[in-house]
């Protein structure tokens, strides 16, 4: 026969206690940075694609092998960025910029370092300018993310492009306040007429603009740059110092393979993510590393990408 003794309350299940903040919505992830990558080498795009995806906040929603390419991609996702090359095969990443500025913000990501290329990206609307080589894989993310908020990137190269533009720019400027840059006494401070012309006599002569027919005619130098210069002082701390001199990189013999390598390894990249760009396995890509440091006579890979990019003391007397 069942007992018919009540069972005691410290035998009742207990009830979970009410939740005082039942009635707030689930918090709801930011929606990830949505970027287009473009550029005709497969290789440079799968290695894009997967760096930038391998971050929680963006995401690659299209690649594009021209500028066509990569209108229609950016014409469809309207993506937060666009990182586009220079020379792409059909429609060329300077060609395809002004229409793809008018869908999202567009930042150059190139192998090409010409002064005249970096001045006609921002007249025609970049947002940043990005050389191989020039950056590390987290500056790169950085980067993407800023250009998003409408700071500019520029490598080294590029900052000292923009840097002679500014020099040479002859357009008129409003009055400075308070009489800045009009003291008559000058000369007392030590700066004497010989100090100017010193500085006048590094100026470079304006390059002629890019000759891209066919395409509308951007807006003149001196209002792209009014644009531009507010944000050089937001970019990343070390990248707009001056470019240094090309390093002569002929004499370290690379192959062609070793030296798209090197430049993985001065970006910052490790080897999973160089073997996944490269197509190859990891024991390759230790392989080629070795030989590398044999031919650059370094023992570690900040050793031998100072002396790739030319920032070893060494760099510019021969090998060491």
Same mark, same amino acid.
């Given at each position: 026969?069942?007992?018919?003794?009540?069972?005691?309350?410290? #035998?009742?299940?207990?009830?979970?206690?009410?939740?005082?903040?039942?009635?707030?919505?689930?918090?709801?992830?930011?929606?990830?940075?949505?970027?287009?990558?473009?550029?005709?080498?497969?290789?440079?795009?799968?290695?894009?694609?997967?760096?930038?995806? $391998?971050?929680?906040?963006?995401?690659?929603?299209?690649?594009?092998?021209?500028?066509?390419?990569?209108?229609?991609?950016?014409? /469809?996702? /309207? %993506?937060?960025?666009?990182?586009?090359?220079?020379?792409?095969?059909?429609?060329?990443?300077?060609?395809?910029?002004?229409?793809?500025?008018?869908?999202?913000?567009?930042?150059?990501?190139?192998?090409?370092?010409?002064?005249?290329?970096?001045?006609?990206?921002?007249?025609?609307?970049?947002?940043?300018?990005?050389?191989?080589?020039?950056?590390?894989?987290? #500056?790169?993310?950085?980067?993407?993310?800023?250009?998003?908020? $409408?700071?500019?990137?520029?490598?080294?190269?590029?900052? $000292?492009?923009?840097?002679?533009?500014?020099?040479?720019? #002859?357009?008129?400027? %409003?009055?400075?306040?308070?009489?800045?840059?009009?003291?008559?006494?000058?000369?007392?401070?030590?700066?004497?007429?010989?100090?100017?012309?010193?500085?006048?006599?590094?100026?470079?002569?304006?390059?002629?603009?890019?000759?891209?027919?066919?395409?509308?005619?951007? %807006?003149?130098?001196?209002?792209?740059?009014?644009?531009? #210069?507010?944000?050089?002082?937001?970019?990343?701390?070390?990248?707009?110092?001056?470019?240094?001199?090309? %390093?002569?990189?002929?004499?370290?013999?690379?192959?062609?393979?070793?030296?798209?390598?090197?430049?993985?390894?001065?970006?910052?990249?490790?080897?999973?993510?160089?073997?996944?760009?490269?197509?190859?396995?990891?024991?390759?890509?230790?392989?080629?590393?070795?030989?590398?440091?044999?031919?650059?006579?370094?023992?570690?890979?900040?050793?031998?990408?100072?002396?790739?990019?030319?920032?070893?003391?060494?760099?510019?007397?021969?090998?060491?």
């Amino acid at each position: 026969m069942p007992d018919p003794t009540p069972r005691p309350d410290s #035998q009742q299940p207990l009830q979970p206690p009410l939740n005082p903040f039942g009635d707030f919505p689930p918090a709801q992830r930011a929606a990830a940075l949505r970027v287009v990558v473009a550029d005709d080498n497969p290789v440079v795009r799968a290695g894009l694609t997967a760096l930038l995806c $391998g971050r929680e906040d963006i995401t690659v929603v299209a690649e594009a092998a021209d500028g066509r390419q990569a209108y229609e991609a950016a014409h /469809r996702h /309207r %993506p937060d960025v666009v990182l586009l090359d220079v020379r792409m095969p059909g429609v060329d990443g300077i060609s395809a910029l002004p229409y793809l500025v008018q869908i999202a913000p567009v930042v150059m990501l190139t192998y090409s370092r010409e002064s005249e290329i970096v001045q006609e990206a921002l007249r025609r609307g970049a947002g940043g300018y990005l050389v191989h080589g020039e950056f590390t894989a987290n #500056q790169l993310v950085e980067a993407v993310r800023d250009i998003k908020e $409408g700071r500019a990137h520029f490598t080294p190269t590029a900052a $000292g492009a923009l840097l002679a533009q500014l020099r040479q720019d #002859q357009a008129p400027t %409003p009055p400075l306040p308070e009489g800045l840059g009009r003291s008559s006494s000058a000369t007392a401070y030590g700066i004497s007429e010989s100090a100017k012309s010193h500085t006048q006599s590094q100026q470079a002569s304006s390059p002629a603009p890019l000759p891209l027919p066919g395409i509308p005619s951007p %807006p003149s130098s001196s209002e792209n740059l009014s644009q531009v #210069q507010p944000c050089v002082g937001q970019s990343s701390s070390g990248w707009t110092s001056g470019p240094p001199a090309a %390093p002569d990189r002929s004499r370290f013999q690379l192959s062609t393979r070793e030296a798209e390598i090197m430049d993985h390894i001065a970006s910052g990249m490790t080897n999973q993510q160089i073997a996944a760009t490269c197509f190859i396995s990891e024991k390759t890509v230790k392989n080629h590393i070795n030989r590398i440091f044999a031919k650059l006579h370094s023992t570690s890979r900040s050793e031998a990408a100072a002396k790739w990019l030319g920032t070893a003391p060494d760099s510019r007397r021969g090998l060491g």
